[in-house]
C-alpha cells in the first residue's frame, strides 16, 4: 500500500511570488491535514479538509489556502511569499478525521523563500 | 501553538541502553500519538495510545498515558543507532484530524 507522497520534495521560490504544493494521500483515506514545521515554531496546524470540505482551520493568514479534490488528493497554495514561509509543509492522511485514527504524514516539501 | 513540551529536549544514550521521553500536554484530548522524524524529514507513526489507555505496546516501544498528570511517556528498550531521530507526541480532541505537537526530543544514540 503507496504512503502518503507529496511533491515536489524541494522547492525555491522568490519573495512575492506563489506556490502550489501537493498531496496524495493513502488509498482509501478522505482526510488531509497540512502542517508547517519550522526552528521556531515546531509543528503548526494548517487545515484540514475531508471529503472536499475544509473542516478546520488554523492560526495562519488568508494567504495559506487548499483545497481538496474528489479522488481526496489535496493541495495547498501559499500566495505573496514572505521570508518567513520558509519551512517544511507536511500534509497528513487518515481514514476518518477524529475517533482513534491514526495519521500518516508524507515526507513533506521543504520550501524555501528567498 | 504548542500543546505542550516534551522532556528532555536532547538525550545522549549508549546503543542497548533504553531511552525515556515525556511528553505533557495542556488540555483534554481524545488520542495521544508518537511520532518519529529523521533529519527535517516526514514524521512517521509510531503508536497511538487513547485517552482511556493507560499503556501500550509495539515491539521495542512501550507508551504509557496518565490522562490525570496530562502526561505520557515513550521508552525505547535496547536502543540501536538507527533509533537516532526526533521523537513527537501529538494529541487531538476527537472534533478533527487536528493534531497539537509537542516540541520534540532529539534522541542520539551512539555505538
Known amino acids: 500500500k503507496a504512503g502518503v507522497t507529496q511533491t515536489p520534495r524541494y522547492l525555491i521560490k522568490t519573495r512575492g511570488q506563489q506556490v502550489t504544493l501537493s498531496c496524495s494521500p493513502i488509498?482509501?483515506?478522505?482526510?488531509v491535514s497540512w502542517y508547517q514545521q519550522t526552528p521556531g515554531q515546531g509543528l503548526q496546524f494548517l487545515f484540514e479538509y475531508f471529503s472536499e470540505t475544509q473542516r478546520n482551520k488554523g492560526n495562519f493568514p488568508g494567504r495559506f489556502s487548499g483545497r481538496q479534490f474528489s479522488n481526496s488528493r489535496s493541495e495547498m497554495n501559499v500566495s505573496t511569499l514572505e521570508l518567513g514561509d520558509s519551512a517544511l509543509y507536511l500534509c497528513?492522511?487518515?481514514?476518518?478525521?477524529?475517533?482513534?485514527?491514526?495519521?500518516?504524514f508524507g515526507q513533506g516539501t521543504r520550501l524555501t523563500v528567498v | 501553538s504548542q500543546q505542550g513540551e516534551e522532556d528532555p529536549q536532547a538525550l545522549s544514550i549508549q546503543e542497548g541502553e533504553n531511552a525515556t521521553m515525556n511528553c505533557s500536554y495542556k488540555t483534554s484530548i481524545n488520542n495521544l500519538q508518537w511520532y518519529r522524524q529523521n533529519s527535517g524529514r516526514g514524521l512517521v507513526h509510531l503508536i497511538l495510545?487513547?485517552?482511556?489507555?493507560r499503556e501500550k505496546h509495539s515491539g521495542r516501544l512501550r507508551v504509557t498515558l496518565d490522562t490525570s498528570k496530562k502526561s505520557s511517556s515513550l521508552l525505547i528498550t535496547a536502543s540501536r543507532a538507527a533509533d537516532t531521530a526526533s521523537y513527537f507526541c501529538a494529541t487531538d480532541d476527537g472534533t478533527a484530524s487536528k493534531l497539537t505537537f509537542g516540541t520534540g526530543t532529539r534522541l542520539q544514540v551512539t555505538l
Open positions: 497528513a492522511s487518515s481514514l476518518d478525521p477524529g475517533w482513534n485514527t491514526e495519521a500518516f
Open positions: 488509498s482509501g483515506h478522505r482526510s
Open positions: 495510545i487513547r485517552s482511556n489507555e
